[in-house]
């Protein structure tokens, strides 16, 4: 199940409109019991 998976600006963490520049990709997931959380920046 995916809890969440957000977009921001990798420098502000504002939200963003379009996918450019340094981007902060975050996300959660459960498996079973367990939580995963990741983040990755990328640039674009």
């Known amino acids: 199940m995916i809890d969440y998976v957000e977009a921001v600006n990798a420098d502000t963490l504002e939200n963003i ?3 450019k520049g340094r981007v902060l990709i975050a996300l959660a ?8 959380i990741d ?3 990328v640039e674009v």
């Open 17 to 19: 409109d379009e996918i």
């Open 39 to 41: 983040n990755i920046i």
């Open 29 to 36: 997931v459960r498996f079973g019991n367990t939580r995963l």
